[in-house]
Nanobody
Framework: QVQLVESGGGLVQAGASLRLSCAVA????????MGWFRQAPGKEREFVTA????????YYADSVKGRFTISRDNAQNTVNLQMNSLKPEDTAVYYC??????????????????????WGKGTQVTVSS
């Protein structure tokens, strides 16, 4: 059984930074494409960023490009999200997600939620103005 546990959320002021982590237990972490999604109150869950299994490719939503950085540590079975220059509109519950790279092969679409097989329960990020 694969479990994803997010941590690092909190309440910060606009302009501050936060670092989220997602610890993965079960399966073979190095085989997973990893993604971060978020859901703000009253809104649909949306793509934030993803990193391929090979670590050679990263993907970002336009809204976070240049401010957020995704990274993975295959030795620690974790994926991290460094969030800088936070804005009030970044307030949301942030979810970590994973999918085995072989499930979709070259058809993997990093921003497609329905392509991720494993999900964490989320961590709250609140940015005050």
């Amino acid at each position: 059984q694969v479990q994803l546990v997010e941590s690092g959320g909190g309440l910060v002021q606009a302009g501050a930074s936060l670092r989220l982590s997602c610890a993965v237990a079960g399966g073979t972490f190095s085989n997973y494409h990893m993604g971060w999604f978020r859901q703000a109150p009253g809104k649909e869950r949306e793509f934030v960023t993803a990193i391929a299994q090979s670590r050679s490719s990263t993907y970002y939503a336009d809204s976070v490009k240049g401010r957020f950085t995704i990274s993975r540590d295959n030795a620690q079975n974790t994926v991290n999200l460094q969030m800088n220059s936070l804005k009030p509109e970044d307030t949301a519950v942030y979810y970590c997600a994973a999918v085995n790279y072989w499930r979709y092969g070259s058809r993997w679409s990093p921003s497609q939620q329905n392509q991720y097989y494993y999900w964490g329960k989320g961590t709250q990020v609140t940015v005050s103005s």
